[in-house]
């Protein structure tokens, strides 16, 4: 085997140690050497109709379907007129289906730097007047989503990374109410979120974005913050357990029209009930980032969204992958769509793409956070191998281990395109700077993605 081959091994077999611990959620497998050589001219004589594909109509805005549709009154005596809600299918409201071969959100810009652990310049720090310009900039945009991530402290060194962050309920609310067309999620830790009231607030910000609102479930991972919340730290498997009659408890307080009783093995519930029901029916979409054994059932059986880590760098072991976790689904009746999360670097060209990277991971990066990061993780000098250290501590530096997408923005399309041949739905984009680099990716990404046929052109009323 060469030295290569067995680094890539190291790599593979660390993940799934990992996932046998931790299920990663919050996060995306992070070593990508290998990247699809199908990109450039060869790749378009391969798929003419990346060059070629013609423009797709236009997406409307998914606006408050009462609104559309006008909304029913009735009125009773001595009071005032009142408003019927209206309960339309997701697939009406919820950008997540639309028709796009591959869907596009901006993920965990509720937190300081976001993913990226890194002191360089112009590094994302939370302030709200550039959180609402995101949002604002992403829904004006056509993109399909709005992903926080879920966190209550930090990880340390100079960056604290992830320290500061805004509450991801309270946080999709206010942004719904800003936005007009993209979904919007919250992320919630389910040991720490009673499953009634979790029903309230995601219907709650139902209301608010017109049935945009989406909730990504996560089992927890980091066992400080459950110290802290004093909340019981269960063994892997029974996490998911707990997760599973926690979203069943959830969707029957969204469904049910009367009052019922729940007893399970973690809750018990008398005349459970809440009023009103989320605009979207059946109920909101879920998503969850389980990668063990465990977590890919959980997501094939109960989730609509599984957010995946790529276990393989190359195309035929990411789609053997992705083919396996959707086969899962159907087998239980079930169709589920597959997210990965990427971080970006677009530049005029792929020297200068790849000398900014090095330089934020390189030179800039905070060690000492992705250090304490990692040994959470599990992953330390003593278990691995310093070189297959050194790449898990530069991707996760470059993105919180996402998956690179790093040259020029033509470039940039053809991985994306190689992505939706693997079978990937939808990526959640992470930068450096925000704000800079994703005006950047509307102005120079947007229009290759639809002359590619990717993505339909967005045109708002």
Not at 246 to 275: N, P
Not at 277 to 282: D, F, G, N, S, T
Not at 304 to 324: A, E, S
């Amino acid at each position: 085997m060469t030295r290569q081959g067995k680094g890539v091994r190291l790599i593979i077999m660390a993940v799934q140690i990992i996932d046998l611990q931790l299920g990663l959620e919050d996060r995306c497998f992070l070593s990508h050497r290998n990247l699809s050589k199908e990109t450039g001219a060869a790749a378009d004589r391969r798929h003419p109709t990346r060059r070629n594909a013609r423009l797709l109509p236009r997406v409307p805005p998914h606006r408050d379907p009462r609104e559309r549709n006008g909304a029913s009154t009735r009125s009773r005596k001595g009071g005032a007129a009142m408003t019927a809600t209206q309960h339309v299918s997701r697939v009406v409201t919820n950008p997540l289906y639309r028709g796009h071969r591959m869907k596009l959100g901006v993920m965990a810009f509720n937190c300081s730097h976001g993913s990226t652990i890194t002191t360089a310049e112009g590094a994302w720090e939370l302030h709200w007047g550039d959180t609402k310009k995101i949002a604002k900039m992403a829904d004006s945009a056509g993109l399909d989503v709005l992903l926080p991530v879920g966190r209550w402290r930090g990880y340390g060194g100079p960056t604290n990374f992830n320290n500061s962050t805004y509450e991801s309920f309270t946080w999709a609310s206010a942004l719904a109410a800003m936005t007009d067309q993209i979904a919007v999620f919250a992320t919630c830790h389910v040991p720490l979120v009673h499953p009634i009231m979790a029903a309230k607030m995601a219907t709650t910000v139902d209301h608010v974005s017109g049935g945009r609102f989406c909730l990504n479930v996560v089992c927890g991972w980091f066992k400080d913050e459950f110290e802290m919340f004093g909340a019981e730290w269960r063994e892997h498997d029974v996490r998911y357990e707990y997760a599973t009659e926690w979203v069943e408890l959830m969707r029957r307080v969204w469904s049910e029209e009367k009052e019922f009783d729940y007893s399970g093995r973690f809750f018990q519930s008398k005349r459970a009930w809440s009023q009103p029901k989320p605009i979207q029916k059946p109920f909101p979409p879920v998503m969850n980032a389980g990668g063990s054994e465990a977590g890919q059932h959980f997501a094939a059986t109960v989730a609509d969204m599984n957010f995946v880590i790529l276990r393989n760098q190359d195309f035929d072991g990411g789609k053997t992958q992705i083919d396996k976790l959707k086969s899962m689904a159907r087998a239980v009746g079930r169709e589920v769509q597959v997210w990965i999360h990427v971080y970006v670097v677009v530049r005029d060209t792929e020297e200068e793409a790849r000398r900014y990277l090095n330089y934020y991971v390189r030179e800039k990066g905070d060690y000492d956070a992705v250090n304490n990061l990692l040994t959470i993780f599990g992953m330390q000098s003593k278990t691995l191998d310093p070189k297959v250290l050194d790449e898990f501590r530069f991707h996760f530096i470059a993105g919180h281990g996402g998956y690179p997408l790093v040259g020029t923005p033509a470039q940039v399309v053809d991985q994306l395109e190689m992505l939706t041949r693997m079978g990937v739905d939808g990526c959640l984009i992470s930068w450096v700077n925000y704000v800079d680099e994703l005006k950047q990716w509307i102005d120079e990404v947007n229009p290759l993605l639809e002359q590619a046929g990717l993505r339909q052109r967005y045109t708002p009323d």
